[in-house]
């Protein structure tokens, strides 16, 4: 049985649409049933309605700072829909501790950095400023912390001397689209285990990939 899946979302969905593309897949263990976004001017939402999935709107503004307001008519939402796992695919609102202990282990979020380097605003700037050679991209469990919780999935990229933020932003998107529907087919699967801050990944193929940059001779 797929397991049913929403993505919440607040702007254009780039993540949404490789999630709804790769779980179209007959042998892919998650559906997509719903894209729900907190703000009815979503451009997400026309591309989720477009790829036949569901959509539903609860604009978070109304309800200002009362974060348990909003995230009540969201678990409604979640219920009526029977969801049992969630991706955030740039969701931009914080969530309550309550809310993330009812999804701990049910919740994916996707970051722009390999993470626990360069955490919240401008991963990118903050890659380059620091002169990395290396950047990428990490899919990890929600927990009440900002872009932490315990790592699924990572893909990286050679960072350029001639980078910039838009440059880099671009080629880590592509790993993004990559390793974000891989790890939803991981959870859905039954293929992590949680131990304390860490996660766990059964039937790893290929332990020998490495990445090298500059590149060596």
Known sequence: MKRRTAILISGRGSNMAALIDAAKAADFPAE?????????????????AGSGVPTIVIESKPFGKDRA?????????????????????GFMRLFTAEFVQRWYGKMLNIHPSLLPSFPGLDPHGQALAAGVKISGATVHFVI???????????????????????TLSQRIL???HRIYPE?????????????????????????????ISPAAS
């Open 32 to 48: 997509i049933v719903a894209v729900i976004s907190n703000r009815a001017d979503a451009p997400g939402l026309e591309r989720a």
């Open 69 to 89: 307001g909003f995230e009540a008519m969201l678990q409604r939402a979640l219920e009526e829909k029977n969801i049992e796992l969630i991706c955030l695919g």
């Open 144 to 166: 009440p912390e900002t872009d932490a919780g315990p790592i699924v999935m990572q893909g990286a990229v050679q960072v350029a001397d001639d980078d910039t933020a838009e």
């Open 174 to 176: 592509g790993i993004e």
């Open 183 to 211: 790890a939803l087919r991981l959870l859905a699967g039954g293929k992590i285990r949680l131990e304390g801050d860490l996660s766990r990944i059964s039937d790893v193929a290929d332990r020998n990939g490495t990445l």
